[in-house]
């Protein structure tokens, strides 16, 4: 690994002293031609993988109309929006460029459909994450992010994730406009509610009066098996859902959906985006669908199967080291008992690239195309650096 790169990048990442330059499917090399499985994607938004041929035909076709205002119509930003209201029960959509931008315009939608109402509060959870900006960092009730920036934006109210008895006690206190919430935690450490929490949270929030929206940045777009992760509980009728990362395969694109009850809530000039679903971040979601629609979802519940059985054969290995795994299709996250970055770290000398979104969790979210080959070169690098963290225990 390069130990001496420099730029004038500003420093708002704490990055890996590694520069990629090139991949196929899920495996990288950096400039200096080491090998790397890639099993973060980007942080879930490669989600075809590197050098995918539909990908590539998309790009050298590009030239002919990458981009035009929204004071226009393009069959691209047309036909994305048919098929995802295909996928999503008849969802309108509003394209951003990320799932922060997504979120923002989420949070706005709540207060414009609550503000004839006189409600404003919006309810989020407690180790949720939904962006950086002012709005969403405002609905991220994280300390360490939110104190330097404050005074944030006011009316937002925390509470437990994943119990009923607190969202019951908030909507009666706070009477909210809407309520915020990823069905599976990312940043937070890949946290999976409760089952039933999801489809009673839905029934709870719509007979107080409130909307819902499930924040799908990171667990949407098959990232679970299915096409947005509330879905492990049936049809839920969500008020809204925001999208992006492995949407565009790479491309920047987010979206907020919106049911048709709510859709013609915002009023021309509400809100904007200048590049927001353009033509060429248009055909890249549509590539990411058809990829999904034939036989994608499919091979990554396949894999995500594959994935829980060696993750869980790791478990049983080192129970002193891990103490629990958990998520749902190619989205995993391993519990350990001993901080999680000096684990990542070693890994990534080894080849593999993971992360630790939490001081004691380890991420993992593949491309979608990943194989068994993959997989089992995953674990056994992740075995090797259990192995060593062992015997250091021992002689120590």
């Known amino acids: 690994m390069n130990s001496t790169v420099q730029s004038h990048l500003v420093g708002v990442y704490k990055r890996y ?43 050298q076709d590009a030239s002919a109309l990458m981009h035009t205002s929204n004071l226009f119509w393009h069959q691209p930003g047309i036909e994305l929006s048919e098929r995802i209201a295909g996928i999503s029960g008849g969802m309108w959509s509003l394209w951003s460029n990320s799932g922060t931008e997504a979120n923002e315009a989420g949070i706005k939608l709540m207060r414009r459909i ?4 006189g409600r404003h ?37 925390p509470i437990t994730y994943g119990d009923l008895d607190s969202l019951a006690e908030a909507l009666a206190r706070w009477q909210p406009a809407g309520v915020i919430m990823e069905p599976i935690q990312g940043e937070g450490g890949i946290v999976v509610p409760p089952p039933g929490y999801l489809s009673e949270a839905v029934r709870m929030i719509h007979q107080a009066g409130a909307v819902i929206l499930f924040d799908e940045v990171q667990s949407g777009m098959g990232r679970t098996g299915q096409w947005f992760g509330y879905q492990v509980e049936g049809e839920l009728e969500p008020d ?39 033509p060429l971040a248009s055909k890249m979601a549509l590539a990411v669908i058809d990829w999904l629609d034939h036989g994608g979802l499919e091979h990554i519940r396949q894999m995500g199967t594959v994935m829980q059985s060696q993750l869980r054969a790791l478990q049983n290995r080192y129970p002193d080291l891990i103490r629990e795994v958990r998520g749902r299709g190619l989205m995993w996250g391993i519990k ?9 770290q070693q890994a990534l000398s080894l080849g593999l690239i993971i992360n630790a979104p939490q001081s004691h969790v380890i991420r993992m979210l593949p491309p979608f195309v990943i194989d068994e080959t993959a997989i089992a070169a995953c674990c056994t690098i992740l075995g090797t650096v259990l192995d060593q963290m062992t015997q250091q225990q021992m002689s120590g």
Do not use: C
């Not at 609550?114 to 109402?117: K, T």
């Not at 915002?266 to 200048?274: A, K, L, Q, R, Y």
């Not at 350990?336 to 990542?344: E, G, R």
């Open 17 to 59: 002293p590694v520069i990629l330059s090139a991949g196929e499917g899920a495996e990288v090399w950096d400039s200096e031609g080491r090998h790397y499985w890639d099993f973060l994607a980007g942080i879930g938004v490669n989600s075809l993988g590197y050098h995918h041929p539909d990908i590539q035909r998309i790009l």
């Open 114 to 117: 609550g503000h004839p109402l």
């Open 240 to 278: 809204l859902i925001t999208v992006a990362k492995g949407m565009g395969a790479g491309m920047p694109i987010g979206g907020l959906l919106v049911s048709a009850k709510w859709a013609q809530a915002f009023e021309p000039g509400d809100h904007g985006t200048t590049f927001g679903g353009n």
């Open 121 to 157: 509060h919006i309810l989020t959870m407690h180790g949720g994450f939904h962006g950086r900006t002012l709005g969403s960092l405002s609905a991220t009730p994280v300390r360490r992010y939110q104190e330097p920036f404050e005074p944030l934006v006011p009316g937002f109210v």
């Open 336 to 344: 350990t008992s001993v901080p999680a970055a000096p684990i990542v």
